[in-house]
């Protein structure tokens, strides 16, 4: 069965710090995988990687992926309480012909709280 | 550029009444998938459909069922509801065909008492 295991499962930091979040899988046929961030309601796009060791970056947040060890990792530098959220990393496979089964598959979330 | 409209945004129904929720994806986009988000089982796929066909569905009972139209506007159903099928109902759009980008509505929150 195809499985997503985040971790740690909840985290806090102080305003500043730099963390690691870390996403594993176990899935057939790999796509791609993506990370959100949840604050209310709406989880909310962050990056999308399909290919081994290029990183994605966007302002303070970067993310990597280890299509080898099957892993993902999402960093958060000089973090502000805004960052506070529950972090998702879900994983998107394909069928036989390559294309998407249009289903995603997610893992639990890390909650990351960060205090001033 | 809109994002992705869910409505109703929050709806109280009571035990074995049924529940239509609606959901408007991006303009463009095609593909629409519905997730069950709940305290114990996080994230969980309901099932996508793509130009009004059901692609794939999730281990949900017969009970939960949804369709999608001409305008790619989709539609979930949820019949004889049970306590347990209170929860956080997400939409996502994405245009499908060349990527797996998925955008989500800000949900309906859905309470059976």
């Known amino acids: 069965e195809d499985k997503v295991v985040q971790s740690p499962l909840s985290l806090v930091v102080h305003e500043g710090d730099t963390v690691t979040l870390n996403c594993s899988y176990e899935?057939?046929?790999?796509?791609?995988l993506l990370w959100y961030k949840q604050e209310k309601k709406a989880p909310t796009f962050l990056f999308m990687l399909?290919?081994?060791?290029i990183e994605k970056k966007s302002g303070r947040l970067s993310s990597i992926l280890d299509k080898k060890e099957l892993f993902s990792i999402l960093n958060i530098t000089a973090t502000q309480t805004g960052d506070s959220a529950i972090y998702l990393c879900?994983?998107?496979?394909?069928?036989?012909?390559?294309?998407?089964?249009?289903?995603?598959?997610f893992g639990q979330g890390t909650i990351l709280t960060v205090h001033p | 550029k809109a994002g992705v409209t869910q409505t109703p945004r929050y709806l109280i129904k009571t035990r074995g009444q049924q529940v239509t929720l609606s959901c408007s994806p991006i303009s463009g986009h095609r593909s629409v998938s519905w997730y069950q988000q709940t305290p114990g089982q996080g994230l969980q796929f309901l099932f996508e459909y793509f130009s009004e066909t059901q692609r794939n569905k999730g281990n949900f009972p017969g009970r939960f069922s949804g369709r999608q139209f001409s305008n790619s506007r989709s539609e979930m159903n949820v019949s004889t509801l049970e306590l347990g099928d209170s929860a956080l109902y997400l939409c996502a759009s994405s245009y499908r065909e060349t990527n797996t980008e998925a955008f989500f509505g800000q949900g309906t929150r859905l309470t059976v008492v």
């Open positions: 399909t290919s081994s060791g």
């Open positions: 899935v057939t046929n790999f796509r791609s």
């Open positions: 879900a994983v998107d496979f394909a069928n036989a012909g390559g294309t998407s089964y249009g289903k995603l598959t």
